[in-house]
């Protein structure tokens, strides 16, 4: 953040120098783009609509102006740590596309481009996010042992569809996104689970959506 507000507050200087009165037009994207270049190790490309999609999606509330890159960069190092740096598949399979460019460390580019793939990849598929608490059911457990087939239904019932692409977030000390997955069948009853075991409070759910989480 330090480096993001030096930028703009030296731009405006070299501006104002030049007897200009008006801004020095260098917003986020134009930092980002700049910073990116200079160290792509850390920092990564951004644009509003972009991360205003993302904070949409997995229903956070979005930074102030000047403050959104660098919550944006907040979010994705979440998503690189929960998700991608676990998924050995798909670092390896990554890499073997694009052996001169990709070498399994740096995932900030691999970050956007999954979340550029669920938000913009079609018109017919929905994107939702299915929020879970730890202190109800232990939902690392269910993703250890690849049992977790069906997610609580509480909201959006009459939209959630077979197709629809999910993000699992887990809130508690550790929130964060947990996997990714895509719903196999839409709202239904309850019925037994193979994970049933691994409710820590009775499950007062009553309807449930069938879902698949890639295997890694």
Avoid at 81 to 104: A, R
């Amino acid at each position: 953040m330090i480096r993001v507000s030096s930028f703009r507050k030296d731009s405006l200087a070299l501006y104002r120098n030049l007897n200009k009165d008006k801004g020095h037009h260098q917003d986020e994207r134009a930092i980002a783009t700049y910073l990116t270049f200079h160290n792509p190790t850390k920092y990564t490309f951004y644009k509003s609509t972009f991360y205003s999609k993302y904070c949409d999606l997995i229903g956070v509330e979005k930074a102030k102006t000047n403050l959104k890159y660098v919550h944006y960069l907040q979010l994705i190092e979440d998503l690189i740590n929960n998700y991608i740096k676990v998924d050995t598949e798909l670092i390896e399979m990554v890499k073997s596309f694009l052996p001169q460019y990709y070498d399994g460390k740096n995932h900030l580019l691999l970050a956007q481009d999954i979340l550029f793939q669920m938000m913009n990849k079609g018109t017919d598929v929905n994107y939702w996010i299915f929020q879970g608490n730890p202190k109800v059911f232990d939902f690392e457990t269910a993703l250890r042992k690849k049992s977790l087939a069906d997610w609580t239904v509480n909201a959006h019932k009459d939209k959630i569809k077979v197709g629809d692409k999910v993000i699992l977030w887990i809130t508690g000390p550790k929130s964060g996104c947990y996997a990714l997955a895509e719903v196999t069948s839409e709202p239904h009853k309850k019925t037994p689970s193979p994970d049933d075991d691994l409710w820590k409070e009775e499950d007062k759910s009553e309807l449930k959506a069938g879902i698949k989480i890639p295997i890694t």
